[in-house]
């Protein structure tokens, strides 16, 4: 069996339940996130941004800016004099500054440095900027329509038939069978359409970097990113620089849940810094994250499933229409592979489209396109059982996938945890305990892709017999905690002689980002093999001094043994023995891996949920919540429960609460935490995570990726629990008091 | 530009500062005192990361102007351990995970110390209602509300 | 040979062909034989494409192996929040 693969084994480290290393600085203050570091001869940037959702820039006349005492940079598209090959990347430099047209209200058209905040924000307002205003839409159902006004027109991929409008951009089809003979053995069917509105990743710190830029082309960035090595490669892609000569440092980072994979503003912050020849601090405030960070794509979606009477689903057909915002993309794909995943279906057919729009670029928000993939499909499975009057989840059961399904976006599955969840839902008291009036409980199962993806460790084995490792990967809820327990369950050495940093993009390789639940599985798996390198280098080193065959030596609880009586006898040499004599075995050791981690394995989860609908407001309480997942192997149980928690508590904000409101002018309305509400701790009740170890065969400690499968479920085991309640069905979300207020009534 | 000369007191030292009239206490204390555990969410009051206590009372230092902080004492995240000495919801708070990124922990930690100081002994509603001002994204708040709780329990056993 | 699955649009740009045959030893051989024998598709290639080798999902390995009677599965690149 590959060394790589899982092999069974009782851990002494992992699965406990230590204090995270980054804990003190964490709660004394003392971490530094994006905004909380200055440099000498600092200037403070400050972007101005489109009022409208659509307008050619017919010019920008910054003379009164530059001319004000403290201004010491003024910048527009026209300073960006690299244009980029790349239309990925060129879309990337058009986004951060516009070129020649606003095409979302926020979108960036100038920036500033100046030596005080209130002078950069006075020298924005002496900018005069010339719009030309032009029509918009903000709508994917609208920017569909023939005749609709077109965001960028020549974007259209070969993917997408003729006769569609130029805002659709790519289109992708999956699944198998014939769903209209399906349909014909169905008992009932039913089909129905559905709304989700776009939301916010919400994470609490808005982006910030400190950027310098010399003339020799020589550049620092200090940022608050889910990956500094994407914003290196993209920054220098952007700016015709060379990566190498950009060192990019991550800060601490007060949350992404997606939103900070991508790159927004950097390369400005490095123009400025250029220009000005000085290190320059930029720091989003919440209206502009809230109006030029890509929130997630609104949709509308059309789901037909054909059911027998006994429960077995017959045929289902699915067609997202997902808003990408203002540039090509989008993750209609996503949510065509992810809505049917959960299911053994004999005939199956999603479609998806990415649509433009004036709205900022989507971003990946946390299972990027998976809860909207979910909810209109759970949705209709609910109302089927209740029509037919089937218990919930022993209609998921009989058609759950399982290993050697034939899954709905192709491939088939090897072993997976679906049926654990629901069996493990079936059997958990939250099930059976009563109901009240206008109370009503709701399931859903929610299917997730894990990634791996470009991994670098180095593990050092210090004069001391400590360890110092190096990864690659911002520490975004407690990685840095499980890197450090697992190389101290590889190696045998007790947790605090371990500990671990985020090293810059001059430290380490290329990195992929914090992203697709990949880093406990990905970086784990790396830092296990650079403790295994370790090892055998240690190994050599006892063998070196023993006089003995490498091969005959064994290395358990921290130490080097003897392989067996024919290898010698020797007292254990120590980790500690060893390093102290490495000048004089060979010189330092020191362990290190690179990998692409691929074949990382999915994920299923299914929640529960109860909520009470107050008939008189149609205000929805959740009283009840959990979550069964599986996890693989959970290295540090407190975090993965924290993972459960947190994609609950996001979902439940997405089902009854968030959206981003347009007006008629094209431009969002509520662009603050006042008036896009994420849930606040009085919103929402315990959340009861259960964890199940059903091991992943491809990593050596079985671990699994947790981060986003939690937020697929909630949308849908919510919009059934509150159609229960409500004793009517909603299929627009968010479920606000009004709309489910409206919904009661027109009953 | 002319600035306001404010002599107050931090975490129990007396400081002075100089502030332009439209700063913030949090722009003050972020940016010219170095004091950077106090965090900028929103900037409107919205989301608590930059709670801090004005005279026993918990507010919002991004709506307090900095020249309104004359003659006042302040208590920031930076006072709360003595020394090495963490509070006790520091402790719990590293005891329940109650942190996944940390950006609203200095807020919320800052909160809940003044909650038991004027109810040692909360229902889990009034934990709940008492932090609705201080946004978690993270947790969905459940450590959170355990730390606070447990952390409560405790000082009511040593009392 | 190895039978490759298409999605449903990619389908459509191999002459309605769900199902191609290629010769290839491992992901690069596949990767190349695709363009080559169905120049319609380079344009998806090229934006990327995510592969499925008996249920376990790749992106880059050019070396991946796969046999004769693997399953493969072409999908949109995946990505990640």
Avoid at chain 2, 81 to 108: D, S, V, Y
Wanted: proline letters at 6%; hydrophobic letters at 40%; glycine letters at 10%.
């Amino acid at each position: 069996m590959p060394k790589d693969e899982y092999t069974s084994r009782d851990f002494k480290v992992v699965g406990t339940r230590p204090i995270r290393p980054d804990g003190i600085e964490k709660v004394t203050g003392k971490a530094r996130y994006g905004a909380d570091i200055s440099a000498p001869g600092m200037l403070w940037g400050a972007i101005l941004r489109s009022p409208h959702a659509h307008a050619r820039i017919k010019g920008i006349d910054t003379s009164k800016a530059r001319a004000m005492k403290g201004v010491k940079a003024v910048i527009t598209r026209a300073d960006f004099t690299h244009q980029p090959e790349d239309s990925g990347m060129a879309d990337i430099l058009d986004n951060c500054m516009a070129g020649d047209k606003a095409r979302y209200d926020g979108h960036a058209v100038a920036a500033v440095a100046a030596t005080s905040k209130s002078i950069a924000r006075a020298a924005l307002a002496a900018i005069e900027v010339d719009y030309e205003v032009l029509p918009h839409v903000t709508d994917v159902d609208e920017a569909m329509k023939t005749g609709a006004p077109v965001v960028e027109p020549g974007r259209q991929q070969e993917s997408v038939p003729e006769g569609y409008c130029e805002n659709v951009t790519g289109r992708s089809q999956y699944g198998h069978g014939d769903p209209e003979s399906g349909f014909e053995q169905a008992d009932l069917i039913v089909e129905r359409s559905f709304k989700t509105a776009a939301t916010h990743q919400g994470y609490i710190e808005p982006h910030a970097c400190l950027a310098t830029l010399d003339s020799d082309g020589q550049g620092d960035l200090w940022v608050c990113t889910q990956g500094h090595y994407m914003v290196r490669n993209v920054c220098a892609g952007v700016l015709g620089l060379d990566a190498g000569q950009l060192r990019v440092t991550a800060s601490e980072i007060g949350g992404g849940f997606g939103g900070k994979t991508h790159v927004w503003m950097e390369p400005t912050a490095l123009m400025l810094a250029r220009k000005s020849g000085k290190p320059v601090k930029l720091v989003l405030s919440r209206d502009e994250v809230f109006r030029a960070t890509g929130p997630t794509a609104s949709s509308s979606v059309d789901v037909k499933i054909g059911m027998t009477s006994e429960g077995k689903i017959t045929g289902a057909t699915a067609t997202y229409r997902l808003q990408a915002g203002a540039y090509p993309g989008g993750i209609a794909f996503l949510s065509a592979m992810c809505g049917f995943a959960p299911y053994d279906l004999e005939n199956v057919r999603t479609e998806g489209f990415e649509v433009m729009t004036n709205r900022p670029k989507a971003a990946a928000y946390r299972a990027p396109g998976a809860p909207m993939g979910a909810y209109p499909v759970e949705s209709v499975i609910d109302e089927l059982c209740q029509k037919l009057d089937l218990d919930p989840l022993e209609t998921r059961l009989k058609n759950a996938a399982r290993e050697g399904t034939r899954s709905s976006y192709g491939p088939t599955y090897p072993a997976i945890g679906l049926e654990a969840t629901l069996e493990a839902a079936k059997s958990h008291p939250h099930w059976s305990a009563p109901l009240g009036e206008n109370q009503g409980r709701g399931v859903a199962c929610g299917f997730w892709f894990n990634f791996g993806g470009d991994t670098c460790v180095s593990l050092m084995v210090n004069p001391d017999g400590t360890v110092s490792l190096s990864e690659g990967n911002p520490d975004i809820g407690g990685s840095r905690a499980s890197m450090t327990m697992m190389a101290a369950e590889e190696l045998g050495v007790p947790l605090d002689q371990v500990r671990t940093i985020i090293a810059d993009t001059a430290s380490l390789g290329q990195n992929e980002v914090t992203d697709g639940s990949r880093v406990t599985f990905a970086v784990g798996l790396a830092t296990i093999k650079a403790a295994r390198h370790a090892i055998e280098i240690m190994k050599e080193r006892a063998a070196m001094t023993w006089g003995i065959d490498p091969e005959a030596v064994d290395w358990r609880d921290g130490a080097a043994h003897p392989a067996g009586p024919n290898a010698g006898k020797f007292p254990p040499m120590t980790i500690k023995e060893i390093a102290a004599i490495a000048s004089n075995t060979g010189g330092p050791i020191a362990g290190h891996h690179e990998v692409n981690a691929e074949g990382a394995g999915v994920s299923f989860a299914t929640h529960m949920v109860d909520t009470e609908v107050d008939p008189e407001t149609g205000a929805v309480k959740v009283l009840r919540y959990t979550v069964f997942q599986d996890a693989g192997k959970a290295v540090h149980p407190d975090y993965v429960e924290g993972q459960f928690q947190g994609g609950a508590a996001q979902g439940i904000g997405w089902a009854i609460n968030e959206e981003y409101i347009y007006g008629d002018d094209g431009r969002l309305q509520n662009a603050g935490f006042l008036d896009y509400r994420i849930p606040v701790a009085s919103d929402l009740p315990m959340i009861e995570p259960v964890i199940l170890e059903i091991p992943n065969p491809g990593h050596p400690y079985g671990v699994r990726g947790v981060g986003e499968t939690s937020i697929v479920p909630p949308l849908a085991a919510i919009a059934n629990s509150v159609s229960r309640a409500a004793g009517v069905r909603l299929t627009s979300l968010p479920m606000s008091p009004p709309r489910v207020l409206a919904a009661l009534k027109a009953q | 530009m002319s600035r306001i000369h404010v002599t107050t007191t931090i975490n129990g030292d007396e400081t002075e500062y100089l502030c332009e009239a439209g700063e913030t206490l949090l722009d003050v204390l972020r940016d010219h005192l170095d004091m950077t555990g106090s965090k900028e969410g929103c900037g409107t009051g919205d989301c608590g990361a930059c709670s801090v206590v004005v005279d026993g009372r918990l507010v919002c230092s991004c709506l307090m102007l900095a020249a309104e902080a004359e003659g006042r004492a302040v208590d920031t995240i930076e006072g709360m351990a003595q020394g090495n000495q963490l509070h006790p919801l520091q402790q719990k708070f590293l005891e329940h995970a109650a942190l996944q990124c940390g950006i609203c922990t200095p807020g919320i930690l800052v909160a809940a110390k003044n909650l038991l100081e004027r109810n040692p002994n909360p229902s889990e509603e009034e934990v709940r209602y008492w932090l609705a001002g201080n946004l978690c994204r993270c947790t969905g708040y459940d450590k959170i509300i355990r730390a606070v709780m447990d952390t409560a329990a405790d000082l009511r056993g040593a009392a | 040979m190895v039978a490759v699955r298409l999605w449903g649009s990619l389908a459509e740009l191999a002459d309605g062909q769900q199902t191609v045959e290629i010769k290839a030893a491992n992901l690069r051989q596949l990767l190349d034989g695709l363009a080559r024998d169905y120049p319609a598709l380079k344009p998806q290639l090229e934006r990327g494409v995510s592969v499925s080798i008996d249920g376990k999902i790749y992106n880059d390995t050019w070396a991946t192996p796969i046999e004769e009677d693997s399953e493969v599965v072409l999908l949109n690149r995946l990505v990640g929040g």
